[in-house]
């Protein structure tokens, strides 16, 4: 197991079964931080850090090495060691490798050295704890906060922390999702910090357009709290080129534009590949996705404004920065291609507006990217900074995530820079009435649900069947056609049929795109070890009543 392995090569005089030294001298060979991420195409094959960066977190990390670790202690069990006690002090002078790298969690110290290099959100990250507390920064991240990742931790731990020793002050250890907005209580979450979650399946369908208040919300980190009458969005590029712009330029400078457009989280209906093997990431059901009515300037019209050509020659990409940030500054970022970008088809907006709103807080107040018919990842909220550049956004969310695999590769094989970002969506479709196990009462049926697919490629027939896909029907779409090539929404879908008194009945749905694009019978061949692009039939299991 790799994780294990690294530590043991790195610190082979530190065994479980020994009591640590009371002070470690410095390593010579002290890891250096992992090598900057590198585009798809080209990027280093078979670097471990990549490996484990896509990862959820520290607590993913770990996790992953739990069933080998216990093979391993079994194998030898000894007596648990008594560790010495140090004051905040002395753990204060262990903050770099050359030194050592210290953490307390509670009133344990932990020597984290031959981990930083392993960190899945880079070695910086870890060193903004070197010498204090864990507690301010696993807060931004509840996926630490689990008994399995701090037993763990454990495997890392030198010392105790002196019996007089106050805990740290309420101040470094303050919550930083506090100033996050009130939610809808029917949302169904998935995580509280940060916040994930998706509307009700039974009312997910109901209304072509989300209310605002229902519509899933992704979050990667704390909701920023912005002014709007001091807030200024940046636009970059090459040669220095560059623009600020307040949000009343944005709304008086550019014609306001408004599209109706589908976003939908890559990891929509991640639960079900979760039930064929175990994935990474939010137990998303049916509902990481919405539909909403957007106002807004174009991007292509502000790039324009800023100096920016139609058209550039060799590959370019439009990178967006937001105003949520890590415990580190980092801000969560994603980038398209320029083409995109710059189309006029394309129909890409900076957003204002969200069904004739203000944009809510959650979903990027006071202005957001829209990209219709490409993952919501790229569709980044509280948007701060649009950067033309040669090379895709160096953010951990476009290189070392929302990457579709093989379901060979496991994470011991996984390397990021071998596949695209993903961009454009596969098609989809999902039952939203009636919910699985329910009892149906004979007579005539009503089955209701959503369908849509990436690229504003229109979804042309919804097939459904009774029987587990043995016989099918096709179902009534609703709306009008949209214009060729821009079927940026969803298309709701509804199926009348007699069902008979006493029968147990496997519903499933699959769409068709205008490229005759379908999806796939079963999860299996489809997944992946993050759980994204799960796009098979939807299945559900009702009985009809007597």
Aim: proline content about 10%; hydrophobic content about 40%; charged content about 20%.
């Amino acid at each position: 197991m790799y994780l294990m392995c690294r530590r043991d090569a790195a610190a082979p005089s530190r065994r479980r079964a020994q009591a640590p030294a009371a002070a470690a001298p410095p390593a010579a060979d002290a890891p250096a931080s992992p090598p900057a991420a590198r585009g798809w195409r080209g990027g280093p094959r078979g670097a471990a850090a990549p490996v484990l960066a896509a990862l959820l977190g520290l607590g993913a990390v770990l996790a992953y090495g739990e069933r080998r670790r216990r093979v391993a202690q079994a194998a030898q069990a000894t007596p648990a060691p008594r560790y010495p006690r140090y004051t905040r002090e002395e753990v204060g002078r262990h903050r770099s490798p050359r030194d050592r790298v210290w953490v307390t969690h509670g009133t344990e110290v932990f020597d984290v050295t031959d981990f930083v290099e392993l960190h899945p959100g880079g070695a910086d990250k870890v060193l903004l704890a070197a010498g204090g507390a864990l507690e301010p920064f696993w807060a931004l991240y509840a996926v630490h906060n689990q008994p399995h990742v701090l037993e763990l931790l454990r495997e890392y731990k030198v010392g105790e922390l002196s019996p007089e020793e106050a805990p740290p002050a309420l101040a470094a250890a303050q919550d930083p999702f506090a100033g996050d907005p009130p939610r809808h209580p029917g949302l169904r979450v998935n995580s509280q910090k940060p916040f994930n979650a998706e509307p009700p399946t039974e009312l997910l369908a109901e209304r072509f357009l989300t209310p605002n208040e229902l519509f899933f919300t992704r979050n990667h980190l704390p909701v920023p709290a912005v002014d709007p009458g001091s807030y200024r969005l940046r636009v970059e590029g090459p040669g220095g080129r560059a623009l600020s712009l307040s949000l009343a330029e944005l709304r008086s400078r550019f014609p306001k534009h408004e599209v109706t457009a589908t976003l939908q989280c890559a990891g929509n209906r991640r639960s079900e590949m979760s039930r064929v093997r175990p994935v990474k990431g939010l137990a998303w059901d049916i509902g990481a996705i919405s539909t909403a009515r957007w106002g807004g300037a174009r991007l292509r019209d502000v790039l324009l404004h800023a100096g920016f050509g139609e058209e550039r020659e060799g590959e370019w990409h439009v990178c967006f920065e937001g105003l949520d940030v890590d415990a580190g500054g980092a801000p969560y970022g994603a980038s398209i291609p320029y083409g995109r970008a710059l189309s006029p088809a394309a129909d890409v907006l900076l957003a204002y507006e969200m069904n004739g709103e203000e944009l809510p807080r959650d979903h990027g107040f006071p202005l957001r990217v829209v990209v219709p018919g490409v993952v919501g990842a790229r569709s980044v909220k509280w948007l701060r900074r649009v950067a033309v550049s040669p090379a895709e956004s160096p953010s951990h969310w476009q290189q070392n995530d929302y990457k579709g695999f093989s379901p060979g590769v496991d994470w011991d094989t996984v390397d990021y820079s071998t596949a695209p970002a993903i961009q454009e969506l596969p098609v989809q479709s999902a039952i939203t009435q009636p919910r699985s196990g329910a009892a149906v009462p004979a007579g005539e049926l009503t089955v209701k649900g959503y369908a849509w697919s990436g690229g504003g490629r229109e979804v042309v027939r919804v097939d459904v069947s009774l029987d587990g896909g043995r016989t099918w029907r096709v179902a009534r779409l609703a709306g009008e056609r949209p214009v060729p090539g821009r079927a940026w929404a969803w298309t709701l879908w509804e199926l009348q049929a007699p069902v008979t008194p006493g029968g147990r009945l496997e519903i499933v749905c699959k769409a068709v795109d205008g490229s005759y694009n379908v999806q796939p019978d079963t999860v299996a061949p489809i997944w992946n070890l993050r759980g994204v692009l799960s796009n098979a039939w939807h299945r559900v299991h009702v009985t009809v009543s007597r």
